[in-house]
Antibody, heavy 119, light 112 residues
Framework: EVQLVESGGGLVQPGGSLRLSCAAS????????MHWVRQVPGKGLVWVSR????????RYADSVKGRFTISRDNAKNTVFLQMNSLRAEDAAVYYCVREPMIGYYFDYWGQGALVTVSS | QSVLTQPPSVSGAPGQRVTISCTGS?????????VHWYQQLPGTAPKVLIYVNNNRPSGVPDRFSGSKSGTSASLAITGLQAEDEANYYCQSYDNSLSGFWVFGGGTKLTVL
């Protein structure tokens, strides 16, 4: 069974940093592109970042470019999102999601990690 | 402002048919990129409902169907049931700038 389990969410002050982790299981992690998608409670879904299966390339939404860094450890089946210079507008539930080998979509989602940015 | 446009809400009585539209542009749906649909029940993570325009993952009832034409797509739900009450999101890929994954703003389905 495919499982994606996020951790690392919490309360951080504006300007602070937080690192999210997503532990994957139930599939060959190193074969898949992985993404982060966020959702302000009560609002819509917004794509944040993507990393290639071997970690060689990354992409970011303009809103987080230069502040967030996605990375992965294929030996530990884990993908990370390092978030720096956090702003109030970054507060959201962050979902770790898997992109299947064909399709440009997301076939499995984690349960989400809540990030609160407040002083 | 979402790249893909959906109606904020739709409603229908049990047993009825409803459709949810998703309108894009020449850099996403109109460029030939596929459309996918997600269902998000209250308090849960989204799950894929329709992928690659009109394909259902195993376990999704055939009451749900998708279609795509030009710069738009639609999700149809027939035989509406109370448990269908949820938020629905369309998603595609956009090739403007460096390319990115895009969502609609979401549609709240209310079963009357």
């Amino acid at each position: 069974e495919v499982q994606l389990v996020e951790s690392g969410g919490g309360l951080v002050q504006p300007g602070g940093s937080l690192r999210l982790s997503c532990a994957a299981s139930g599939f060959t992690f190193s074969n898949y592109w992985m993404h982060w998608v966020r959702q302000v409670p009560g609002k819509g879904l917004v794509w944040v970042s993507r990393i290639h299966s071997d970690g060689s390339t990354t992409r970011y939404a303009d809103s987080v470019k230069g502040r967030f860094t996605i990375s992965r450890d294929n030996a530990k089946n884990t993908v990370f999102l390092q978030m720096n210079s956090l702003r109030a507008e970054d507060a959201a539930v962050y979902y770790c999601v898997r992109e299947p080998m064909i399709g440009y979509y997301f076939d499995y989602w984690g349960q989400g990690a809540l990030v609160t940015v407040s002083s | 402002q979402s790249v893909l446009t959906q109606p904020p809400s739709v409603s229908g009585a049990p047993g009825q048919r409803v459709t949810i539209s998703c309108t894009g542009s020449s850099s996403n749906i109109g460029a030939g990129y596929d459309v996918h649909w997600y269902q998000q029940l209250p308090g849960t993570a989204p799950k894929v409902l329709i992928y690659v325009n009109n394909n259902r993952p195993s376990g999704v009832p055939d009451r749900f169907s998708g279609s795509k034409s030009g710069t738009s797509a639609s999700l149809a739900i027939t035989g509406l049931q109370a448990e269908d009450e949820a938020n629905y999101y369309c998603q595609s890929y956009d090739n403007s700038l460096s390319g990115f994954w895009v969502f609609g703003g979401g549609t709240k389905l209310t079963v009357l």
